[in-house]
């Protein structure tokens, strides 16, 4: 005989079971949902608060390449831990892009292996090519621009900005505004890049843009490659990588990156007595965004498909606004009234509408700058 108390325990079981999105108690509202590694959205496993459990469950987000000074991640990092108690870890924050995807090929589906990737698009093309990401849609996924996301939902743009030029104009003067103004004697060995461009998606952009600068276009990038070239021949560039800790120390004074990492150098390095300057080119204004996705042998899926719920929420969006970074449903945003219009306001003022190079020319574009980057900087073969 079954007591009211064993009946009451038994349901109160199945609806636990319920909560964490598995099937149990005979045929339960649970039937047909998919396992976290095959879901393709929140709804596809019984909604958010089934995501959420399951997330909670696993404990742990794996990632690569996010420095906390990167377009907010700091913000998010916190918020996402504090919100779902989950421990987000990251490996070699100052990686690249062509890190991220070399660890999701050749880890395969080892524990060691990045649940979840941040890659400039073209990178994200690369990777979903490679058959290396899982679909998923985010609640917000119809919001967010035809031209910013992958048709499968392999991948989807999260945020942008424009290339800058950062400069410590307590060491240099004046300061560069343009990409012409690089070239000037002044500036010798004090030109950096973030990274470099064949493994970097931020120094890809920025010889983009010096290509834009010297008559060139989305279908010619050759143009930025004989610029820096030229840089190297004047004794300006500087192989030197920049990040945070290059600029405070003055080890690369001038420094070509986003104008929301610039920005944040402004602001976090004030104090310390640096007065770094931010120009965006008007000679080669040059705008991207940069994609997430997740990796299809996720050691944590749920974990990850919740990571990037979080970061397409208006609370993830209005974080990376106020580091600066453009939200990718910036505009959807504006329109439905999440947008933090305070920090809107203190976006920098760019003249024109952005424009964005089409799948075929970022493809060219990637291969011409691959092979012919080493015999820029260095006069040696690609």
């Known amino acids: 005989m079954t007591t009211p108390c064993a ?15 598995l099937s149990a108690c005979g045929d339960t509202p649970t039937a047909g ?23 909670k469950q696993e404990g742990t987000l794996r990632a690569m390449a996010l420095p906390r000074d990167w377009a907010g991640y700091g913000g998010l990092i916190n918020g996402f831990e504090k919100k779902y108690g989950i421990k987000v870890t990251v490996e070699n924050p100052l990686g690249h892009s062509e890190d991220e995807i070399d660890a999701l090929r050749k880890r395969g589906n080892r524990p060691t292996a990045p649940d979840v990737i941040d ?11 490679q058959n290396l990401l899982a679909p998923y849609k985010v609640a917000s996924y119809d919001s967010i621009p035809g031209s910013q996301k992958d048709s499968k939902a392999r991948w989807s743009n999260n945020y942008g900005g424009y290339i800058s030029i950062g400069c410590d104009a307590n060491r240099v003067e004046p300061c560069p505004q343009t990409f012409a103004d690089l070239l000037k004697p002044g500036y010798k060995g004090k030109v950096a890049l973030e990274g470099d461009p064949p493994r970097s998606a931020t120094a890809f952009a920025s010889v983009y843009a010096a290509a834009l600068a010297n008559n060139g276009s989305f279908d ?11 840089l190297r021949n004047r ?8 990040n945070s800790a290059t600029v405070a120390s003055g080890l690369t004074p001038i420094s070509i990156n986003w104008d929301y990492v610039n920005l944040h150098y402004a602001d976090a390095l004030r104090d310390k007595g640096v007065n770094w300057q931010v120009a965006i080119p008007f000679d080669g204004s040059f705008a991207q965004y940069f994609a997430l996705a997740i990796n299809k042998n996720a050691p944590h899926p749920a974990a990850a498909r919740l990571w990037h719920e979080y970061l397409f929420s208006p609370e993830g969006q209005n974080l990376r606004l106020r580091a600066y970074a453009r939200p990718v449903l910036m505009d959807a945003m504006r329109q439905d009234g999440t947008l933090d219009k305070a920090a809107a ?37 690609g």
């Open 7 to 21: 009946r009451a325990a038994a349901v109160l079981g199945c609806f636990a079971l319920v909560a964490l999105g």
């Open 33 to 55: 949902l998919a396992k976290p590694p095959a879901a393709t959205s929140a709804e596809s496993m019984g909604g958010m608060r089934a995501l959420i459990a399951a997330a």
């Open 119 to 129: 890659v400039g698009d073209t990178f994200a093309r690369k990777a979903a090519a």
């Open 220 to 230: 010619d990038v050759q143009p930025g490659l004989d610029f820096f070239a030229e």
């Open 235 to 242: 004794g300006n560039f500087t192989p030197l990588n920049s």
């Open 345 to 381: 306001e203190r976006l920098p003022t760019v003249e024109g509408t952005p424009q964005f190079p089409t799948d075929a020319q970022l493809e060219k574009a990637k291969e011409t700058v691959t092979k012919g980057w080493a015999k820029a900087v260095s006069g040696r073969p």
